[in-house]
């Protein structure tokens, strides 16, 4: 039964457990496991029948050694998984190494170090002056995960990204966890900040999102919500029966004096940032999840004109996001308000962001088409002295995914708004093809 299960899975994994598809769980669980199981021993039990109602039959020549049930239950499963799915357009690192720790205790092997890549080209074209067009590379993305025992895993992404000719690499996630029990998973190293939704479900890899870009509120690189924290984290599942309520807790290094940048080499001012977030998936809605995330740290800004001896803010970010991963139809909507108060003044800066992203895979041409739409806001005050030169954004997307394969696909976007760094509307087109390998 052993080597069923691990050819099983194994094949599950390579053609699409890097990515949530519309219809599988949003984690790997014993319950998944034991469903596997059973799924190879009633595809057993059918091939026995086959074989013996194939015996009874044969009347002349000497039967011909007929593949061991345990071998066409195997060719079945790997059928089965590669038939064509709907592509997969998320993942987590908490998926991800779930799957392994999973493919990892079948084989009793360690370390069992897996590769995945990603990678896009894309087109661009502005309608506004001074904005160049043409073709560019996106970001060649590695993810490693390697089960060092049945509790330890670890996981890392790694980023090749062309900025103004040059390949900046950027190691975007190393993280080290321990799997306690389904109530505590205690992990130490560089993660997506789980501030919000988007950030901690879609990646480097843009073949796992649905759009071409990430929304106002969390691209890579913005000021406005930090996008990775090094820290310390636990997380898991909290009993609640039907509601499926689930949890992470940090503590780490805030941001640094680039508040685009993470204190990758420790925290600028010796305050600690620490986050919660809480959820609830009920099983019932497998595509459903609601939940919320409060962020708190003390940033420091460096001299400036206009900030002549720089200063210290207190930051709250208080978040909430709203989703249902199905395909048919898709949609999210997250909301952030981020906080300021200056300790030299005491005045106080809200400043919010959100959006709201609809899609639906069409049912035809296998399942290849789907539209989307999304809006994007982001305000923030004029003499916000954390922001500035922060422009407002104001946005309307409309896209296209059409899927080449179960790993590549071609999208097409037209945007129409203002927003960083163009304060004045303009008409863009987006063309981009991503992959994964």
């Given at each position: 039964?052993r080597?069923?299960?691990?050819?099983?899975?194994?094949?599950?994994?390579t053609?699409?457990?890097w990515?949530?598809?519309?219809?599988?769980?949003?984690q790997?669980?014993?319950?998944?496991?034991?469903?596997?199981?059973?799924?190879?021993?009633?595809?057993?039990?059918?091939?026995?029948?086959?074989e013996?109602?194939?015996?009874?039959?044969?009347?002349?020549?000497?039967p011909?050694?007929?593949?061991?049930?345990?071998?066409?239950?195997?060719?079945?499963?790997?059928?089965q998984?590669q038939?064509p799915?709907?592509?997969?357009?998320?993942t987590?690192?908490?998926?991800?190494q779930?799957m392994?720790?999973?493919?990892?205790?079948?084989g009793?092997?360690?370390?069992?170090?897996?590769?995945?890549?990603?990678a896009?080209?894309?087109?661009?074209?502005?309608?506004?002056?001074?904005?160049?067009?043409?073709?560019q590379?996106?970001q060649?993305?590695?993810?490693?995960?390697?089960?060092?025992?049945?509790?330890?895993?670890?996981?890392?992404?790694?980023?090749?990204?062309?900025?103004?000719?040059?390949?900046?690499?950027?190691?975007?996630?190393?993280?080290?966890?321990?799997?306690w029990?389904?109530?505590?998973?205690?992990s130490?190293?560089?993660?997506?900040?789980?501030?919000?939704?988007?950030?901690?479900?879609?990646?480097?890899?843009?073949w796992?999102?649905?759009?071409?870009?990430?929304?106002?509120?969390?691209?890579?690189?913005?000021?406005?919500?930090?996008?990775?924290?090094i820290?310390?984290?636990?997380?898991g599942?909290?009993?609640?029966?039907p509601?499926?309520?689930?949890?992470?807790?940090?503590?780490?290094?805030?941001?640094?004096?680039?508040?685009?940048?993470?204190?990758?080499?420790g925290d600028?001012?010796?305050?600690?940032?620490?986050?919660?977030?809480?959820?609830?998936?009920?099983?019932?809605?497998?595509?459903?999840?609601?939940?919320?995330?409060?962020?708190?740290?003390?940033i420091?800004?460096?001299?400036?004109s206009?900030?002549?001896?720089?200063?210290?803010?207190?930051?709250?970010?208080?978040?909430?996001?709203l989703?249902?991963?199905g395909?048919?139809?898709?949609?999210?909507a997250?909301?952030?308000?981020?906080?300021h108060?200056?300790?030299?003044?005491?005045?106080?800066?809200?400043?919010?962001?959100?959006y709201?992203?609809?899609?639906?895979?069409?049912p035809?041409d296998?399942?290849?088409?789907?539209?989307?739409?999304?809006?994007?806001?982001?305000?923030?005050?004029?003499?916000?002295?954390?922001?500035?030169?922060f422009?407002?954004?104001?946005?309307?997307?409309?896209?296209?995914?059409?899927?080449?394969?179960?790993?590549?696909?071609?999208k097409?976007?037209?945007?129409n708004?203002?927003?960083?760094?163009?304060?004045?509307?303009?008409?863009?087109?987006?063309?981009?093809?991503?992959?994964t390998?």
């Amino acid at each position: 039964m052993r080597p069923i299960l691990i050819a099983f899975i194994a094949a599950v994994f390579t053609t699409g457990a890097w990515g949530r598809s519309a219809d599988a769980p949003q984690q790997v669980s014993p319950a998944d496991v034991q469903a596997l199981l059973a799924r190879i021993e009633k595809l057993e039990q059918r091939v026995a029948e086959l074989e013996a109602k194939q015996s009874a039959t044969a009347t002349s020549a000497a039967p011909q050694p007929a593949a061991s049930s345990s071998e066409s239950a195997r060719s079945t499963a790997v059928a089965q998984a590669q038939q064509p799915k709907p592509t997969p357009v998320t993942t987590s690192a908490e998926e991800m190494q779930g799957m392994h720790t999973v493919l990892a205790r079948a084989g009793e092997e360690y370390p069992n170090l897996k590769i995945r890549g990603f990678a896009d080209v894309d087109f661009g074209a502005n309608s506004a002056h001074g904005i160049n067009s043409g073709f560019q590379l996106g970001q060649f993305v590695l993810h490693f995960a390697s089960a060092l025992s049945p509790k330890v895993s670890y996981f890392a992404e790694v980023s090749l990204t062309a900025t103004a000719g040059v390949y900046n690499v950027d190691l975007e996630r190393t993280i080290i966890r321990y799997d306690w029990n389904d109530l505590a998973k205690f992990s130490f190293g560089r993660y997506h900040t789980p501030v919000n939704y988007w950030n901690t479900a879609f990646h480097h890899g843009a073949w796992l999102q649905t759009t071409i870009a990430r929304p106002d509120m969390i691209v890579f690189g913005s000021r406005f919500i930090p996008v990775h924290f090094i820290g310390a984290q636990s997380e898991g599942s909290i009993p609640s029966g039907p509601l499926g309520a689930g949890y992470n807790l940090g503590i780490g290094n805030g941001r640094s004096s680039n508040l685009a940048r993470a204190g990758d080499s420790g925290d600028v001012n010796n305050n600690r940032a620490w986050l919660g977030n809480f959820y609830l998936r009920p099983p019932a809605l497998r595509h459903f999840q609601i939940g919320g995330s409060v962020y708190r740290d003390e940033i420091s800004l460096p001299n400036s004109s206009l900030l002549p001896d720089g200063q210290n803010f207190r930051e709250w970010i208080a978040s909430g996001h709203l989703v249902w991963t199905g395909e048919t139809p898709e949609f999210y909507a997250e909301f952030a308000n981020v906080h300021h108060r200056s300790e030299l003044t005491g005045r106080t800066f809200d400043n919010q962001g959100g959006y709201v992203q609809v899609a639906y895979r069409l049912p035809f041409d296998a399942r290849k088409w789907k539209p989307y739409y999304r809006y994007d806001y982001l305000q923030v005050p004029a003499n916000e002295p954390t922001l500035l030169d922060f422009v407002n954004v104001r946005k309307s997307t409309f896209g296209m995914r059409y899927d080449i394969s179960d790993f590549a696909a071609f999208k097409a976007e037209y945007r129409n708004g203002r927003g960083n760094p163009l304060p004045q509307r303009s008409n863009a087109l987006a063309l981009q093809t991503a992959f994964t390998f």
